[in-house]
């Protein structure tokens, strides 16, 4: 069993001290999915949507989200991303986007955070750009599929 690593003996939230880590290639792949109607896909994969290239967008927000991760999230440490990729697979079966988020660093801590937060930022971005024709639309499955690096070694989701 892992003890919870962001509070300190008396119970405080801190933010983990990495300093005495070696540096190391650290990967990190996050996934996640959109599911919307079959029109609004169309719409996103014709590229006639009045807002623009929504898929083109959402890679951007995707990128940029996983750079400011160590704003939004509190006890997160900022790093220094070397490489971010964010991937749009669209299942027209299953009337659904889904978003792979692959980030690298080389450092004292990993890049898990930067994925997971990248793929969310990417499809609330989709669900922005496209609310206006689908309010239902369901962000799902968001998680953390593999990682690799650091004193922990390699994970894989099942």
């Known amino acids: 069993m892992y003890d919870l690593t962001h509070f300190n003996e008396r119970g405080e939230a801190h933010m983990v001290d ?3 880590k070696r540096d190391s290639h650290r990967v990190a792949v996050a996934g996640g999915s959109i599911q919307m109607r079959a029109e609004t896909l169309a719409k996103i994969l014709a590229g006639d949507h009045k807002k623009g290239d929504v898929l083109g967008i959402a890679r951007i927000a995707g990128i940029m989200a ?3 991760t160590a704003d939004l999230i509190p006890l997160c440490h900022p790093i220094s991303l070397t490489h971010v990729d964010v991937d749009f697979r669209p299942d027209e079966a299953a009337s659904r986007v889904h978003c792979t988020v ?11 955070m930067e994925a997971l937060t990248a793929v969310q930022v990417a499809l609330l971005t989709i669900y922005d750009m496209c609310k206006a024709v689908d309010r239902g639309m ?3 499955a968001v998680r953390l599929l593999e990682k690799s690096g650091g004193k922990s070694g390699d994970w894989r989701a099942e």
Do not use: F, L, N, Y
Not at 102 to 112: I, P
């Open 18 to 20: 990495v300093g005495a």
């Open 66 to 68: 996983a750079k400011r």
């Open 102 to 112: 692959r980030a690298e660093t080389r450092g004292q801590t990993g890049v898990e």
């Open 138 to 140: 369901r962000i799902e």
